[in-house]
């Protein structure tokens, strides 16, 4: 006598021929679904979450690429992209009492992603005394905490009266290896710079602005080529609303250059873009 279970009807049972014999079996799902994925594609370059000290928790940082040929380490980054975006950190501590601190600078590619988190390392007598044209270092770091560039500023006088009191930055990847610098040009009216490569041989010209409005716009600081005819990129400091640019000194920038420019001037570029946040934007 069978056993019946509930009400009293015998249990549903699937016809066994309905179940798939193999793995090999089971449909896959049409490439137009949702969520398929192609068949032979791996999923690659995954968003990666890492902690890191200096940094907000949870950031999401771009997947590093595979390192091109002579490429210095820590660079392959800037190798695939013809952008990048910089935002400065507000310091609390800054905004209540008015004493200068160190800064600190997010560095993403178009995508928002963090590529490089930049730490400045200046001791505190040095960041209240001098103010925005103190000597600096800038600590450059990627996602492992390593610092993979350096970025140094001597001590200058800064008048433009005087061509001998021109500022300049030096650019190392990896630290203690020059790959470039960023010297400024000296004229009456306009912000101009030379940058260098290793060997200080010119490879490319930056021209700002006569009158450096800066309210309610951006301005773009323009990459020429060496004779000055063809604008091959630019830097831009963005409008970031009038609270945050009349109560911190806390900019946001931009750099446009060549998607095939050499990684290490692209590296330059980024010290170019301190250099002019330093020179025209730290005190505002």
Not at 103 to 122: M, W
Request: hydrophobic share 35%.
């Amino acid at each position: 006598m069978s056993r019946s279970f509930g009400s009293g009807r015998p249990p549903h049972r699937i016809p066994k021929d309905t179940y798939p014999v193999s793995p090999t079996d089971c449909s896959v799902p049409s490439p137009k679904y949702p969520g398929a994925v192609q068949a032979g594609f791996p999923i690659q370059n995954q968003p990666e979450h890492n902690h890191q000290p200096g940094g907000p928790i949870g950031v999401l940082w771009a997947p590093a690429p595979s390192p091109p040929l002579s490429c210095p380490p820590g660079l392959e980054y800037l190798s695939q992209i013809d952008q990048i975006l910089i935002h400065q950190q507000t310091e609390l501590l800054e905004v209540l009492t008015g004493i200068e601190t160190n800064n600190r600078f997010e560095i993403k590619n178009s995508l928002g992603q963090r590529i490089y988190f930049a730490v400045e390392d200046t001791d505190c007598c040095t960041l209240n005394c001098c103010g925005s044209v103190r000597p600096f270092t800038l600590r450059v770091l990627d996602h492992l905490n390593r610092e993979v560039i350096t970025m140094q500023r001597p001590l200058r006088c800064d008048d433009c009266c005087f061509p001998g009191c021109l500022q300049e930055i030096e650019v190392q990847a990896p630290p203690g290896v020059p790959v470039g610098y960023v010297i400024q040009t000296w004229h009456p009216c306009l912000p101009k710079y030379t940058v260098q490569n290793a060997r200080r041989e010119d490879v490319l010209k930056i021209t700002g602005p006569c009158v450096l409005c800066k309210c309610c716009t951006d301005i773009d600081f323009k990459i020429k080529s060496l004779d000055g005819k063809s604008t091959v990129g630019k830097i831009s400091k963005h409008w970031t609303g009038f609270f945050r640019e009349a109560f911190t000194d806390a900019d946001n920038f931009g750099i446009q250059f060549p998607l095939d420019l050499d990684v290490k001037m692209k590296a330059v570029m980024l010290g170019a873009c301190f250099l002019i946040d330093f020179m025209f934007f730290e005190d505002y």
